[in-house]
């Protein structure tokens, strides 16, 4: 093997890429909020007992689980671009990645919600509280505890697909990495180097949740 391996260049980008990384973060850190919340509803609208909504939310399950997040990025991009609907590749990356967190996420939440005893509702209700304040105070803190690691799991799912954000021109750190490839033609430096950011900030996320949550629901363990 010939190859020479010149690291200078990568020296060189380094702010490039870490400007790219934050955007990268930035995408991964919109989607997930916006996944999320939409995914509450897609929840309670999944178990309604209207009929139009349970379509809604089961449709919106359906195609966000069962086609490729490549496929669903595309559509938001070429395919509503075909129809005069023209998005901004930022933009476009948060909204497919959204959409597709959403209908995951939905389910996570229907199974989290589904394992809490039904008398903890009933118990809520006894004691006077509203519908709403025994959703808000007594189930959803105990669907997001059951469903917190499954989300954390997401959330660096989400980190690792903004990287097709470059197949629509976003320059976020795969779509930047690609550019500087191009000019320097250091493909194995350049691809190294965006592989040990992506861990680190993949590692990174994934240790500062888990303290996260130790801290949140500490007193689930005894105060452990």
């Not at 959330?155 to 097709?164: G, P, R, T």
């Not at 976020?172 to 180097?193: D, N």
Request: contains cysteine.
């Amino acid at each position: 093997m010939d190859y020479t391996f010149l690291w200078r260049p990568v020296w060189r980008a380094l702010p490039q890429l870490f400007d790219a990384a934050l955007i990268t973060l930035e995408v991964s850190i919109l989607s997930m909020i916006i996944g999320t919340v939409i995914a509450f509803f897609i929840c309670f609208a999944k178990m309604s007992t209207i009929w139009p909504l349970r379509l809604f939310a089961s449709t919106w399950i359906e195609v966000a689980r069962n086609t490729p997040a490549l496929f669903q990025l595309f559509f938001f991009k070429f395919g509503l671009g075909a129809v005069g609907i023209i998005i901004d590749p930022y933009p476009t990356v948060v909204m497919a990645l959204a959409f597709n967190t959403a209908g995951y996420m939905a389910e996570t939440f229907r199974g989290g919600y589904q394992a809490i005893p039904s008398t903890q509702l009933r118990a809520a209700r006894s004691l006077g509280m509203s519908f709403t304040q025994s959703q808000v105070y007594v189930m959803v803190p105990q669907l997001l505890r059951a469903v917190y690691y499954p989300m954390t799991n997401q959330f660096i799912w989400v980190l690792l697909m903004s990287s097709l954000g470059m197949l629509v021109g976003l320059r976020e750190l795969s779509g930047e990495t690609q550019f500087l490839y191009s000019r320097t033609f250091r493909a194995f430096e350049f691809f190294a180097a965006t592989a040990v950011i992506y861990y680190l900030m993949a590692k990174t996320l994934l240790i500062g949740m888990r303290i996260l949550g130790r801290s949140l629901f500490r007193h689930e363990s005894g105060g452990r």
